[in-house]
């Protein structure tokens, strides 16, 4: 009877076990969906007011302070936490602090770094959005991050070429190229949207195709997945080449817990706004879906995630909850 | 005599012409008077645009356009020209007249144009639609219209605004 108790206690016990110890196959693992939601905190931009016309890029710093590029104006918007318009930068041009098309933000502790679809480079300017200088990358550029003020990753475009992140310093030389896997995918369909961890992986979310990675800093696949099952996008003949005309995955980013979330394109259930969420070992723990469609996420230090609505005259901010 | 008569009745027309704009609920802003504008305007020419909105949303689509409209003079600009913004029933429909309206207001903020803009939610110029946006360039002197499509030609650019400042 005793005998009986212990290997019955010993059952439970591993049962227990198996259960609550974290999964080491893929195959295995049985992930339940994490309550992981979205609540609505902040509305930028109404149909009325002239704060926002067609907002591209969006980034925050340290003190709150949120800070859009938009393209109908031209302009660099520096807006407080609480909405208020702060500081406007730009207008139509291609001089000193001036944009032609206004695109990517991304910030570093003292610098804001713009990007314009129509112009080369990289303009920088200081947190009173006053113009520093214009880094000198020829490329054009899909994505980019600054790691430091003298070291931003550029996701180029280059026709016919194998997946990879520059790496330029300040003065637009690039110090290190790294290569993102082995094949080389016809035209552009190996356009990517990237995002770093704290430890220098990258995760990466191709446009064009069904494909989530994650490599490490040397470049080497860490895991790769799929989540939509599409196989092909379609395409059409545009001045002679073929080319993609329908968006898998339109962005990528981290919370502070180093979850990922993948913006879906044309093929998601919700188009441009089902947000999938990985955790870091690559499994999809669940997904949230934004009320307006959008281009673009954006989560800051805080875990506040930064959506489009309104076809770009508004931001939507939510608080990720768990 | 003829021809004066014939003059007062293009007058006529275009003052009708410009009423059709200024009337009903294609109205966004800055009502002008068409009568104000031939009778005590410098310029005995009225330009209108015919602005496609997806030009507006795509930058080089509409660079020719803002080329030629920032090299007029700002009083012809704010006194002898107007806009009227087209564009596709159904897809740019969906986006909402408030949305539309507000794009067109950052456009012509950003771009400081001074013309008065009208939206044609109803489409009454579908006809006048090309795949363009135009220029159509009323002349009470010569009794002409004018039709250009953007992109202008260089040699059309010159011409336009030689006829503009000659008419000043």
Partial sequence: MKKTFCYFLFFLVMMFEAVSSPCEGESLCIQKPKNIRLEQFLTLGSLEDDLLFQWVGVTVDLLGNIYVTDTLDYSLKKISSAGNLLKRRGGRGQGP????????????????????????????????????????????????????????????????????????????????????????????????????????????????????????????????????????????KISGYDLPTEIIYKDVDLDNRGNIYILGGSFSANPSRDVYVLNPEGIQIATLTLPDTSHCIYIDDKDFLYSRANAGVTLKIFKIKY | MQKNQTRKKIKCLIIFFLSVLNMGNTYV???????????????????????????????????????????????????????????????????????????????????????????????????????????????????TVKKYDFPLTAKQKEAILLAVMESL
């Avoid at chain 1, 494909?211 to 092909?232: A, N, P």
């Avoid at chain 2, 496609?52 to 009083?75: A, K, Q, W, Y």
């Fill in chain 1, 97 to 236: 602090g001036e944009f032609m098309a206004p695109r990517l933000l991304d910030a570093s502790e003292n610098y804001l770094y713009v990007t314009d679809h129509l112009v080369s480079g990289i303009q920088v300017f200081n947190k009173d959005l006053q113009f520093v200088c214009r880094i000198p990358i020829q490329v054009p550029i899909t994505d980019f991050c600054v790691l430091r003020d003298d070291e931003i990753a550029v996701a180029p475009l280059i026709v016919n070429s194998q997946a990879q992140i520059f790496f330029y310093n300040d003065a637009g030389k690039i110090k290190r190229i790294l290569t993102l896997g082995q094949h080389r995918a016809d035209l552009i369909m190996d356009q990517f949207s990237f995002v770093f961890d704290e430890h220098k992986n990258v995760y990466v979310a191709y446009t064009f195709q069904d494909t989530i990675e994650k490599f490490d800093k040397k470049g080497s696949r860490i895991w790769s997945t799929e989540l939509l099952g599409k196989k092909k996008v379609k395409k059409e």
């Fill in chain 2, 29 to 143: 802003s800055k009502p002008v008077q068409p009568e104000r504008i031939l009778e005590n305007g410098k310029s005995s020419m009225v330009l209108i645009y015919i602005i496609e909105f997806r030009d507006i949303l795509c930058t080089p689509c509409s660079e020719s356009f803002l080329d030629f409209s920032l090299s007029l003079p700002l009083e012809f600009q704010k006194e002898n020209t107007w806009g009227i913004v087209v564009f596709e029933p159904g897809r740019q429909t969906n986006l909402g007249e408030k949305i539309i309206a507000k794009k067109v207001r950052g456009f012509m903020n950003g771009n400081q144009l001074h013309f008065p803009v009208f939206i044609d939610f109803f489409h009454i110029f579908k006809t006048l639609r090309t795949q363009a946006t135009q220029l159509l360039l009323l002349d009470s002197t010569s009794l």
